[in-house]
């Protein structure tokens, strides 16, 4: 480093300060570039599963099934109905219409119905994007010797079908639109329960306990739940909402018993018991921004004669709210991303049918990418990767419909 | 208002607040000891002393805003109208609607112009036409002028001195009986803070004003009568009331030599 000119008067101590605060700079710098990095691998990691080459084998060959010329494909739900009816055993047959009556299923999901049980279509081999982009001549070939008759296709296995379709247990014809019908009825619950509790609660220790004992051990034993592990939760959560308030989480003081489930491991139950694991992080964050409203604020409207409760309502709610919101946000993309408890509470891991109320079993979005990382074959790993895909744009998404709600608020002058 | 239930009913018309013995502490310190003052109807009432000697502690036992901090509490009593403020059957929310509160840091609500004063009207239940109560609080602050064509922008939009006077148009619009005043103009330039002690000039036809100041000038310029506070020196490091007399009584002939020395600058 070339030496600084040493100005007349100024005492010359200032190069060996700052040389210390560059030393700290540069550390601060590459801690930061790890973060990025581990940020960037990871986002490379799951691309690099979630698409690729895949060789494939019809058990069937579809070319067969077509009926009087008519292709599988244009076949009406009634053609489709008398394959299925021929093909498969009654017992089969019987056991799939108490899932769901044949009369009530769509063209489109007997249709695939007949393409995954009859035609099934089998992966053979899938391979990462990273060795087809590079090695795609190798795969070619070895695909022409060891599996003639198999189709080889460049597939990305994030597609809007994917997003649409059910869960099946076929990878070629899997879908998630399940798992993000239950993380989103699961999360409504979640916000039902713990936003209004979360803020009441702020609002209560924050403007009206006053400070002795007992408050003192409620606020620390709020600080030390946002800490406790998340699978206690799930414990509790099936405890209390699965086991003791069952005929509730059942819907049988409704008189809306899901016959598939007729238990408490519903819909309602997985969203209240990511209510109760967020609930303490929501009334920290929504302490802290009550707490920021300035003291002047509250002098000004007790300086009018405001009572207690029209300070809180007017001033100091509406001031809080941003950052009561971006608290809930934080803590709402943790429920979203969280499976232990869930696991717990009794997530269901093979379901074909939508949430269709509260008291529908479930699967969510992380459970569904569990389950499929924990299979063996190469090809459910490529849809849990795209399911992983599907999960971040969701929580960004989610992410982003908060934050532009909180700026709303904030912009209120 | 709670009625008059301590018996003294024969209070003197003239004064509108009165301490007796007041002492105020917070926690175990006492901050204040023993002001016995009274507040002159329709006059203004300038408390002066140097930094740390109890003030605005005083002046915020006057409409209980003291409680508002945790752990202060008083002895002694405080009556306004000849009612002990203080009385377990008063509500604190009424003796502030009573005696208004205008503060050292303008603090309009982040609202518009028109809101602040609506809102402070509207929580005390005001019925009436919003449009013209607004209009003749921003007169009475002497504000109208200025702000009659952005009456829908941020409080916050306007100057430091504007914003006071929003706070004093917000505080008169509730039609109080005293306004205190804690130090309104040490955040303004020189014409702000005289704009303002135009403006108490006028209001004092209305309401009884009571104003904490740091500014020897403005209380001699701008107040009927003065409390000179200082700490005392017995060791106990407690504010309290030296002198309390008119206000050019204070500035030409004070009794105390403390006062003489502090107001003509040879303090310390």
């Known amino acids: 480093m070339k030496e600084k000119a040493v100005v007349q008067g100024f005492s010359n101590n200032t190069v060996a300060r700052h040389r210390k605060g560059v030393i700290w700079q540069v550390l601060f710098q590459a801690s930061t570039i790890v973060g990025i990095l581990a940020l960037i691998a990871l986002l490379l990691n799951v691309i690099n599963g979630a698409f690729g080459y895949v060789a494939y084998e019809a058990k069937v060959d579809p070319d067969t099934l077509a009926v009087d010329g008519v292709s599988l494909e244009d076949q009406s739900k009634e053609q489709l109905l008398t394959l299925i009816q021929s093909t498969f055993s009654s017992g089969a047959y019987n056991k799939l219409n108490n899932e769901k009556p044949f009369t009530d299923r769509t063209r489109e999901e007997v249709h695939q119905l007949v393409i995954e049980r009859i035609v099934r279509p089998q992966v053979v081999e899938v391979w990462d994007l990273w060795t087809s982009l590079t090695q795609a001549d190798q795969i070619r070939t070895t695909v022409a010797q060891e599996y003639p008759k198999a189709e080889l296709d460049f597939v990305s296995w994030l597609t809007t079908d994917f997003v649409t379709r059910p869960q099946t247990s076929e990878p070629l014809t899997a879908g998630v639109r399940t798992a993000i019908l239950g993380s989103l009825w699961t999360i409504l619950f979640t916000i039902l329960l713990a936003f209004p509790l979360g803020v009441g609660a702020a609002i209560y220790l924050e403007e009206y306990a006053s400070d002795n004992w007992l408050n003192r051990i409620i606020q620390t034993n709020i600080n030390n739940l946002a800490g406790v592990p998340s699978i206690v939760y799930g414990i509790l959560g099936l405890a209390i909402f699965v086991r003791t308030l069952e005929p509730l989480t059942s819907g049988e003081v409704f008189g809306m018993v899901d016959p598939t489930t007729a238990n408490g491991r519903t819909v309602l139950s997985a969203g209240l018991t990511l209510g109760l694991l967020v609930l303490p992080i929501i009334i920290i964050n929504a302490q802290e921004a009550i707490r920021a409203v300035p003291r002047s604020l509250r002098n000004a409207s007790f300086g009018v004669g405001a009572t207690k409760w029209q300070t809180v309502w007017s001033h100091v709610l509406p001031n809080a709210m941003p950052g009561i919101l971006t608290g809930t946000i934080l803590a709402v993309s943790r429920a979203i991303g969280e499976t232990a408890p869930l696991v717990v509470v009794g997530a269901s891991t093979a379901i074909s049918f939508d949430p269709s109320s509260p008291f529908s079993k479930f699967t969510t979005l992380p459970i569904q990418i569990y389950q499929w990382t924990s299979r063996p074959q190469d090809e459910f790993q490529s849809l849990a990767a795209a399911s992983i895909l599907v999960l971040l744009v969701l929580l960004l998404s989610l992410n982003a419909s908060a934050v532009l709600l909180r700026n709303r608020f904030s912009r209120r002058f | ?268």
Not at chain 2, 166 to 193: F, G, N, Q, Y
Not at chain 2, 207 to 233: F, K
Request: aromatic share 8%; net charge neutral.
């Open chain 2, 1 to 268: 208002m709670a009625t008059n239930n301590n018996g003294n009913n024969h209070f003197d018309q003239k004064y509108v607040i009165e301490t007796q013995d007041l002492d105020i502490f917070y926690g175990t310190f006492k901050a204040v000891t023993g002001v016995n003052m009274k507040v002159e109807r329709n006059a203004i009432t300038a408390i002066i002393g140097p930094s740390g000697c109890g003030k605005s502690t005083l002046l915020r036992a006057f409409n209980r805003m003291n409680e508002l901090y945790a752990g202060t509490s008083i002895k002694g009593r405080v009556s306004f109208n000849g009612v002990d403020i203080y009385d377990r059957e008063v509500d604190p929310v009424e003796v502030r609607y009573r005696i208004g509160m205008v503060f050292q840091k303008p603090n309009p609500f982040p609202k518009s112009i028109y809101e602040n004063i609506a809102w402070t009207a509207r929580i005390h239940g005001y019925k009436g036409k919003m449009d013209t109560l607004v209009e003749s609080a921003l007169k009475q602050a002497a504000l109208w002028d200025e702000v009659k064509d952005k009456l829908h922008q941020s409080g916050l939009s306007l100057s430091g001195g504007q914003q006071q006077r929003l706070c004093i148009a917000r505080a008169i619009s509730i039609k109080p009986e005293v306004i205190l005043m804690d130090e309104p103009a040490s955040a303004l330039d020189p014409i702000a803070t005289l704009k303002i002690e135009e403006l108490m000039q006028e209001l004092k036809k209305d309401y009884t004003i009571v104003i904490v100041t740091h500014n020897m000038q403005q209380a001699a310029r701008a107040s009927d009568y003065t409390a000179m506070m200082m700490l005392s020196g017995n060791g106990e490091r407690s504010g309290t009331v030296i002198e309390f007399d008119e206000t050019n009584r204070i500035f030409t002939r004070p009794k105390d030599k403390r006062t003489e020395d502090y107001v003509t600058g040879r303090f310390g």
